[in-house]
C-alpha cells in the first residue's frame, strides 16, 4: 500500500534493531507513535553476531533525535517503511557503510548507491563482513524460526 512522498519531521523515541525504529510524529496534543522500517536495508537480528551493535549505532544516530522520514509504503507487519535521516544522515548509507546491515536487495531499487557501498565494506572487513562467513538475516530467521511468528522480522 504506497504512501505519501512528503517527509515527515519526527522524533525518534524507540531503536527496535538496526534497521527498525519508532517514531513520535506530528504536533503537541496530536502526536503518534509509528513503527518505521529503513527503506532498502536489512540488519541483522539482535540474537545475531553484529546485531547489537548494528542497534547502537542506529540509537547513536537516531534516538532522541529529530529524525525526516519519507515513507514509501507499509510492510506486511504494519510498519511504515520509510527513507530515513537523522541529523542529515541518510540511515541506511551508513548502516550499510559501517558494513552493520545488508542491501536488502528486492526492495534496492530506488537505492543503486547502496550496492557498491556494501562490496567496500566487505572488501574493507567492516563490521559483520569482518566475520569468515556471515550469515544474511534473512538466512537466519529461516534457520531460527520463531514459535509465535516473526511479527518483529526486520
Known amino acids: 500500500m504506497p504512501l505519501p512522498a512528503a517527509a515527515l519531521l519526527c522524533l525518534v523515541v524507540a531503536i527496535s534493531d538496526g534497521d527498525t525504529l519508532t517514531a513520535r510524529c506530528g504536533t503537541p496534543g496530536r502526536y503518534a507513535q509509528m513503527k518505521v522500517r529503513i527503506a532498502a536495508i536489512d540488519a541483522?537480528?539482535?540474537k545475531q553476531a553484529f546485531g547489537?551493535?548494528?542497534r547502537q549505532n542506529l540509537a547513536q544516530m537516531c534516538f532522541k533525535r529529530q529524525a525526516a522520514l519519507q515513507p514509501i509504503e507499509e510492510d506486511s507487519y504494519g510498519r511504515t517503511v520509510a527513507n530515513v535521516?537523522?541529523?542529515?544522515t541518510d540511515v541506511a548509507t551508513a548502516q550499510v557503510?559501517?558494513?552493520l546491515a545488508w542491501v536488502y536487495t528486492p526492495y534496492a531499487q530506488q537505492h543503486p548507491h547502496l550496492a557498491p557501498l556494501q562490496r567496500q565494506a566487505r572488501a574493507q572487513g567492516e563490521g559483520l563482513w569482518a566475520q569468515k562467513r556471515p550469515l544474511a538475516p534473512w538466512d537466519y530467521r529461516h534457520r531460527h524460526p520463531r514459535p509465535y511468528?516473526?511479527?518483529s522480522a526486520s
Open 44 to 46: 541483522p537480528e539482535r
Open 52 to 54: 547489537q551493535k548494528s
Open 85 to 88: 535521516r537523522c541529523g542529515g
Open 97 to 99: 557503510t559501517a558494513g
Open 149 to 151: 511468528g516473526n511479527s
